[in-house]
Structures are given as structure tokens and as C-alpha cells.
């Protein structure tokens, strides 16, 4: 009787316990689950399937290349490490300036553009006059000096070099391809986030800088226009020559703004679910990402490190995703529930970012620094690190730079009573048999990106 009493009481015990009373490991519960969803989704894997994390991952040695200091914003010449624009055509020009030669009453800018790094372009030097408090035109060339960017990391405005007089007339030409690039500049390192005015102009008649400007998107690009404005200071009452009554019209000063791209030759994709995927719903698009990875010299820490240069591609998921520390919706400038760029939620433009990932490292393969990029999710009270393992299945997977991920809710590979949804029909046979290598050449575009 005596052991019935105490079976009893240690079975109550045991029904009265829960999870967080044991070693439970959310990781390792979501891993197994993970697991178990892919196998039935896919079959057994082949033991020696490294995901694409293989030897063709390669470390670049930018130790010996004269680097530009990151705090630099106004990089003009990076011929190497970034992807130049394409200049601004006569037709571009003409449909921009007449959107901005619209009247918009008590217009202000709602548009926030959440770049790091970002192009500027000449668009458009104003040739309306305006007029000042004593009846005397005044044109944009004559006094809108100086345009301004707001950087977050310094929390100051820094001028945009070369960009005066309501214009930018600097002419580049690239030293290989011989290309001419017109009144374009680069910020480099801005942050992100939210400010009342992210850009400016210096107005020389009333020294003093003047915010009064409105972002439009136009074709998919964005374009910032200013509106003349000036106000003489409070008790100099006489000097009303500083004074210019806005007219609402944004077409004074109109620049592009646009991201800047790293140059990714080289470069590698990674697509990852974030582990939420059951048997009909690996997609593989929670987060879209290029890479590249360099050891470089830093002229500021005065040593060899190793980098990740970033281009984010799409964010499918709607948890909080961070690559290398970097949270994927922020960076995009969306709430964390929107998709981005996978057919359902917003399109946005890619968004490149460099991070340093410790010191130079000569010695581990590219593949190894690759699968340990950390993508880290944030499911409720769980924080669950993305892996992938040789053998086992792979929360993120490894394919070249021009793999096209697959729209919202249409899998990688799916049985045959849905194949009409099937985006890469040999998904599942590489699995299975790590055959063939180039199984992405094979797909269904219509349910790709």
C-alpha cells in the first residue's frame, strides 16, 4: 500500500510540473520540430548534403586595398565596392519636374527614405523666380546653398558634398568603363530612423537653413523637391529683403534619392525559414540576403578584420529577424508583420549594409563563416538561432546570387497532388541524393520573385 501512496504522489508531481520546471530547450524543441516537418515534406536526406555551404564560398583579401573610412559620407569615387546609378535621363527629368511643379497647400514630407548608404542625383535647378520682401526676384541658383542629409550616427546634418546653387554639375568618369556620371554623390554610413527632417538647404540671403521640402515616389524611385523660403531674424524687422513667401510649389531644388548597392561579384545567397514552416510551406523566403565576406584592412581599429558586406533582398517572415544583428523589417522600414518583396505585403528597394564579424580570420573556410552568420529569430519568449548542419535539415541553404526565391506560400517543392504549386521541381531529389548541383536551373517561374 505504502508504494501505491507513493506512486500516486510522485505521478501528481510529474502532471503538475511543466515545461519551464525541466531543461527544456526551446532551440532544441524547434529544431525537432523543424526536422520532423522537412523529412515528411521531403524525405530522408542524403548524409553528405552540405547545403551549398561548400568550398565555393570563398574569403576575399581586401587587406592590401586602400580602404575609404567608413565615417566618410560624401564618397564619390568607390569605383569598387559600390554600384554606381544610372544617370538621370531627359525623360526622367521631365516626368519628375512636372509632378513637382504641382501646387500641394500646406504640403509637408511624410516619406522617410531608411537607407544607410544612399546615391544623391541632381534632378532639377529651379529657374522660377520667386520674390523677396522688397519686390526683388530671387532665383534658386542665387541663394539655395548647401543641400543637407540628417545623419542618425552623428546625430548632425552633413553637406552633401558638391551640391550648391541649387545644383550639382560634377562630372565623374569611371577608369574602365569610361562611363560619365553627372552630378552624383555618395553618403555612406548615414543610419537610420525617424527625424522631422532628414533633409535641408542653407539659404544665403537670410543665413539660415530651411527644411521645407516633400518626398514623392515617381515610377517605383523617389525624388526630394524643395520649396523656397526665408524670414529675416526676430527684431531686424528692416531686413525683409531676407523674406520669401513659400508658394507651395516643391520645384525650387529636386534631387534623387536612391540605395546604394555594394558591388557583389563574388557575393553568395542565402535564403532561410525561420521555423515556422509545416509540410506545405517551405518556402525558404522569411529572409532573402547576398553576401559577401573579405578580410580588409580598418584604418580606424588599425587592423585586420573580418566583414560581411549585406545586400537584403526580402523579408517573408513577420517575427523579428536579425541578420548579423541587424533586425530585416527595420532595415526595409516596415512594421515587423509586413512582408517585403515576396509578392504579398511591400515592395521595397535592397537594402546593403557591411557588418564586422571579428578579427581577420585566415584560417576558417568561407563555408564555415558563412553557415555561422547569426540569424536570429524572436518567437514570443523564445529567441531561436537559425543552423544548419551537414546531414541534417537546413533552416537557411546556400545558392548563387541569381536564385530567385519563391513567392509567398509557394514551396520549394511540393508532392505531386499539389505540384501545380511547385517551384523547383528537383528540390527534392537534390535532398535526397545531393543530385543534381544546379537543381535551381529547373523551376517554375511564375511562382518565383
Given at each position: 500500500?505504502?508504494?501505491?501512496?507513493?506512486?500516486?504522489?510522485?505521478l501528481?508531481?510529474?502532471?503538475?510540473?511543466?515545461?519551464?520546471?525541466?531543461?527544456?530547450?526551446?532551440?532544441?524543441a524547434?529544431?525537432?520540430?523543424?526536422?520532423?516537418?522537412?523529412?515528411?515534406?521531403?524525405?530522408?536526406?542524403?548524409?553528405?548534403?552540405d547545403?551549398?555551404?561548400?568550398?565555393?564560398?570563398?574569403?576575399?583579401?581586401?587587406?592590401?586595398?586602400?580602404q575609404?573610412?567608413?565615417?566618410?559620407?560624401?564618397?564619390?569615387?568607390?569605383?569598387?565596392?559600390?554600384?554606381?546609378?544610372?544617370?538621370?535621363?531627359?525623360?526622367?527629368?521631365?516626368?519628375?519636374?512636372?509632378?513637382?511643379?504641382?501646387?500641394?497647400?500646406?504640403?509637408?514630407?511624410?516619406?522617410?527614405?531608411?537607407?544607410?548608404?544612399?546615391?544623391?542625383?541632381?534632378?532639377?535647378?529651379?529657374?522660377?523666380?520667386?520674390?523677396?520682401?522688397?519686390?526683388?526676384?530671387?532665383?534658386?541658383?542665387?541663394?539655395?546653398?548647401?543641400?543637407?542629409?540628417?545623419n542618425?550616427?552623428?546625430?548632425?546634418?552633413?553637406?552633401?558634398?558638391?551640391?550648391?546653387?541649387?545644383?550639382?554639375?560634377?562630372?565623374?568618369?569611371?577608369?574602365?568603363?569610361?562611363?560619365?556620371?553627372?552630378?552624383?554623390?555618395?553618403?555612406?554610413?548615414?543610419?537610420?530612423?525617424?527625424?522631422d527632417?532628414?533633409?535641408?538647404?542653407?539659404?544665403?540671403?537670410?543665413?539660415?537653413?530651411?527644411?521645407?521640402?516633400?518626398?514623392?515616389?515617381?515610377?517605383?524611385?523617389?525624388?526630394?523637391?524643395?520649396?523656397?523660403?526665408?524670414?529675416?531674424?526676430?527684431?531686424?524687422?528692416?531686413?525683409?529683403?531676407?523674406?520669401?513667401?513659400r508658394?507651395?510649389?516643391?520645384?525650387?531644388?529636386?534631387?534623387?534619392?536612391?540605395?546604394?548597392?555594394?558591388n557583389?561579384?563574388?557575393?553568395?545567397?542565402?535564403i532561410?525559414?525561420?521555423?515556422?514552416?509545416?509540410?506545405?510551406?517551405?518556402?525558404?523566403?522569411?529572409?532573402?540576403?547576398?553576401?559577401?565576406?573579405?578580410?580588409?584592412?580598418?584604418g580606424?581599429?588599425?587592423?585586420?578584420?573580418?566583414?560581411?558586406?549585406?545586400?537584403?533582398?526580402?523579408?517573408?517572415?513577420?517575427?523579428?529577424?536579425?541578420?548579423?544583428?541587424?533586425?530585416?523589417?527595420?532595415?526595409?522600414?516596415?512594421?515587423?508583420?509586413?512582408?517585403?518583396?515576396?509578392?504579398?505585403?511591400?515592395?521595397?528597394?535592397?537594402?546593403?549594409?557591411?557588418?564586422?564579424?571579428?578579427?581577420?580570420?585566415?584560417?576558417?573556410?568561407?563555408?564555415?563563416?558563412?553557415?555561422?552568420?547569426?540569424?536570429?529569430?524572436?518567437?514570443?519568449?523564445?529567441?531561436?538561432?537559425?543552423?544548419?548542419?551537414?546531414?541534417?535539415?537546413?533552416?537557411?541553404?546556400?545558392?548563387?546570387?541569381?536564385?530567385?526565391?519563391?513567392?509567398?506560400?509557394?514551396?520549394?517543392?511540393?508532392?505531386?497532388?499539389?505540384?501545380?504549386?511547385?517551384?523547383?521541381?528537383?528540390?527534392?531529389?537534390?535532398?535526397?541524393?545531393r543530385?543534381?548541383?544546379?537543381?535551381?536551373d529547373?523551376?517554375?517561374?511564375?511562382?518565383?520573385?
Open positions: 500500500m505504502k508504494k501505491v501512496v507513493l506512486g500516486l504522489i510522485a501528481l508531481s510529474f502532471t503538475a510540473c511543466n515545461k519551464n520546471d525541466f531543461d527544456y530547450n526551446p532551440q532544441e524547434a529544431n525537432a520540430k523543424f526536422k520532423t516537418e522537412f523529412v515528411k515534406a521531403f524525405g530522408n536526406i542524403d548524409k553528405n548534403q547545403w551549398g555551404f561548400n568550398e565555393s564560398i570563398k574569403v576575399f583579401d581586401y587587406t592590401n586595398k586602400a575609404t573610412r567608413g565615417h566618410n559620407v560624401n564618397g564619390n569615387m568607390w569605383y569598387q565596392q559600390w554600384v554606381r546609378p544610372v544617370n538621370v535621363t531627359d525623360a526622367e527629368k521631365a516626368k519628375v519636374v512636372a509632378e513637382f511643379s504641382k501646387v500641394r497647400e500646406n504640403a509637408t514630407h511624410t516619406i522617410n527614405l531608411p537607407w544607410d548608404n544612399y546615391w544623391v542625383q541632381q534632378v532639377y535647378q529651379g529657374t522660377s523666380p520667386s520674390v523677396d520682401g522688397t519686390g526683388t526676384y530671387v532665383y534658386p541658383s542665387g541663394v539655395m546653398n548647401q543641400l543637407i542629409a540628417w542618425y550616427n552623428t546625430n548632425s546634418y552633413e553637406h552633401v558634398n558638391n551640391f550648391n546653387n541649387a545644383n550639382n554639375t560634377t562630372e565623374y568618369t569611371d577608369d574602365v568603363t569610361h562611363e560619365k556620371f553627372i552630378g552624383t554623390t555618395l553618403m555612406i554610413d548615414m543610419g537610420t530612423g525617424d527625424v527632417n532628414q533633409f535641408g538647404y542653407h539659404n544665403t540671403s537670410s543665413s539660415d537653413y530651411y527644411y521645407d521640402y516633400i518626398v514623392l515616389e515617381i515610377g517605383g524611385a523617389y525624388y526630394v523637391g524643395f520649396d523656397i523660403v526665408g524670414y529675416h531674424p526676430v527684431g531686424q524687422d528692416a531686413n525683409v529683403n531676407m523674406d520669401v513667401d508658394d507651395w510649389v516643391f520645384n525650387d531644388w529636386i534631387v534623387k534619392i536612391s540605395p546604394a548597392e555594394f557583389m561579384v563574388g557575393a553568395f545567397r542565402i532561410a525559414e525561420d521555423l515556422g514552416a509545416s509540410e506545405s510551406d517551405f518556402d525558404y523566403n522569411d529572409v532573402v540576403f547576398d553576401v559577401k565576406i573579405a578580410n580588409e584592412w580598418n580606424d581599429l588599425n587592423k585586420n578584420i573580418l566583414v560581411g558586406y549585406f545586400v537584403l533582398r526580402a523579408a517573408g517572415g513577420t517575427l523579428p529577424l536579425t541578420v548579423a544583428g541587424k533586425e530585416v523589417h527595420n532595415l526595409f522600414g516596415v512594421d515587423t508583420n509586413v512582408m517585403v518583396n515576396t509578392g504579398a505585403g511591400a515592395v521595397k528597394p535592397s537594402v546593403s549594409f557591411k557588418v564586422i564579424l571579428g578579427d581577420a580570420d585566415w584560417n576558417t573556410p568561407g563555408s564555415t563563416i558563412a553557415k555561422n552568420i547569426p540569424i536570429i529569430v524572436k518567437n514570443k519568449n523564445s529567441v531561436i538561432t537559425l543552423a544548419t548542419e551537414t546531414g541534417e535539415a537546413p533552416e537557411k541553404i546556400c545558392v548563387p546570387t541569381t536564385f530567385r526565391w519563391c513567392k509567398e506560400r509557394n514551396p520549394l517543392w511540393i508532392s505531386n497532388t499539389e505540384s501545380s504549386r511547385m517551384a523547383y521541381p528537383l528540390f527534392k531529389q537534390w535532398v535526397n541524393t543530385t543534381p548541383d544546379n537543381w535551381y529547373t523551376k517554375n517561374s511564375e511562382y518565383l520573385y
